[in-house]
């Protein structure tokens, strides 16, 4: 999930660069998930994001070369000197594929349906913290105010969780939504959704408000998407290398070889973001002990990690994962030193028992580590970890169980992350504010988090996170480990496939030679 699972530019392919684009033709995609619900204000899973955003638009967007907010459906925007009031100037002529006009009541719609959606919109939600009002001025022109500084709110109007659908979805209620699937004014419509079957979209007739980093105006290219399941690795290598699909999501590390060459190529990118991290609940436990927590930071090769993970995984240099904007280079920090990690746990007077395990006070150095995702890598922390005298008690359970989990203090350990091209993405998964998984409890952390919540300038912003991450690695509040990466295996002949900033699919300009 996006929301605890995933700056370079946007990865893209051109197996014909010399050509001019034709129109026309479908792309089958395999797909190892099902996206569950076609509705991109609901469902954070890359698989439902990258098939919502064809069919939504946002009010801005970010730009995935330079990382930019552009202009997309408002023309313009005013932000007020504290960042809590956004007043945005909507384009004219753009439709929804129902023929409804988008104006300033349709925003308020949207954004006073993410708010009644609650818990349904764990992406959305999140981004609206604070809302006071989205007030409509006139027909073109809409006010959205917060209680508080929220210069976050920009950026989030680019993402796919606030893209833009009618007030006659926005009016529904979340089984109403997932029923009928979203009616957006993308560049494609929802022809049909079958569940752990087939999503298909086909091009929108008339679309002619695409954002300024497209490569041309107009209809979209290809006439027909169609995301078809198919959970197991091997039958989506088999459908691609066959010929009965254009292109296949999530490449595993055996298969890179045969579907990077030959009639085919790899196209990845980094998720933007917070890091696939180790995390702790430093509230009690092994967690609350700096020397282990900096142990386990150097205690980890990273280069195993990258190794394990295949095209699917990608380097990190620090908490913010390359393709953030605002990243900076952190390695230092956590550079692998197994002699230093031991030397650290010594000093703090671990002990090796008998059985290789440290021990301290009576107590054996062995952390309760549930996880959802990243099994390989767990499980390569676990044999790295016990070559330092560190035990790890590994156990994979459901995304219910473990949202538990975290909510009940029920851990000492566990993998994260938060896939968001913002760097505000820090003080959402490290704020003591609110659920705390964490048990975070750093007064001076916390005022940086908010500081950048309230700084408007990107360069200051920017400056704030580089002092975010130095508090972060100095403490070993996380242990970053890799960034996620979407691995995608695609056929010759298939065009300009490509990402939008946030790492999902943008096949608005995808064009098959004929």
């Known amino acids: 999930m996006a929301v605890l699972a995933g700056c370079a530019g946007g990865a893209s392919v051109a197996t014909d660069a010399t050509a001019a684009p034709t129109a026309g033709g479908e792309l089958v995609i395999g797909t190892y998930l099902d996206p569950t619900c076609v509705d991109n204000q609901q469902i954070g899973t890359n698989a439902s994001l990258s098939v919502s955003r064809q069919l939504t638009d946002s009010l801005t967007e970010q730009n995935p070369d330079t990382g930019e907010v552009e202009p997309w459906l408002a023309e313009s925007w005013e932000v007020n000197d504290d960042s809590s009031v956004f007043t945005f100037t909507l384009r004219d002529g753009v439709t929804f594929s129902d023929g409804s006009a988008f104006d300033a009541q349709v925003v308020k719609d949207n954004i006073d349906g993410i708010v009644a959606l609650g818990a349904q919109a764990p992406v959305a939600g999140p981004y ?131 579907v990077s060459t030959g009639g085919f190529s790899l196209v990845t990118r980094a998720n933007p973001g917070f890091a696939v991290s180790v995390m702790f609940n430093q509230a009690e436990g092994p967690g609350a002990d700096p020397a282990v927590r900096k142990a386990m930071m150097i205690g980890v090769d990273r280069d195993d990690v990258l190794t394990v993970l295949g095209p699917t995984g990608a380097a990190t240099p620090g908490v913010l994962t390359s393709t953030t904007p605002g990243s900076a280079d952190f390695t230092d920090y956590f550079a692998y030193d197994p002699e230093g990690a031991v030397e650290i ?103 940086l988090l908010e500081a950048q919540a309230g700084e408007s300038d990107p360069t200051a912003r920017a400056e704030l996170a580089g002092d975010i991450q130095e508090s972060v690695l100095e403490n070993a509040y996380v242990v970053p480990l890799h960034a996620l990466a979407a691995a995608y295996a695609v056929r010759d002949g298939v065009n300009a496939f490509q990402f939008e900033a946030s790492t999902r699919l943008n096949m608005y300009d995808t064009w098959i030679t004929p």
């Open 128 to 258: 609206l913290a604070g809302l006071e009002a989205a007030t409509v001025v006139d027909e073109k022109t809409v006010e959205i105010a917060f209680a508080q500084p929220n210069a976050q709110f920009l950026q989030a109007t680019a993402n796919i969780a606030l893209g833009m659908v009618s007030s006659e979805t926005a009016a529904m209620t979340a089984d109403e939504r997932c029923a009928a699937g979203v009616i957006g004014s993308g560049p494609f419509v929802l022809d049909s959704y079958v569940a752990n079957d087939a999503t298909v979209l086909v091009k929108r007739d008339g679309y002619d408000w695409a954002p300024p980093s497209a490569a041309h105006d107009g209809e979209a290219y290809l006439d027909k998407i169609t995301f078809q399941v198919l959970p197991e690795n091997s039958v989506r290598t088999g459908a691609l290398l066959s010929g009965q699909i254009d292109a296949m999501d999530n490449v595993q590390q055996q298969d890179e070889a045969s």
């Open 345 to 447: 746990l010594e000093d703090a007077g671990w002990i090796e028992g008998a059985d290789g395990i440290r021990e301290k006070d009576g107590a054996a150095l062995e952390l309760d580590f549930p996880y959802f995702f990243d099994g390989p890598v767990v499980e390569l922390l676990q044999q790295e970890y016990a070559e330092l005298g560190i035990r790890l008690n590994i156990s994979q359970i459901t995304t219910a169980d473990f949202i538990t989990a975290l909510g009940e203090g029920a851990f000492d350990a566990t993998v994260g992350n938060l896939t968001r091209a913002d760097i505000d993405v820090l003080r959402s998964t490290l704020t003591n504010a609110g659920a705390n998984w964490y048990g975070l409890s750093d007064a001076d952390l916390q005022t």
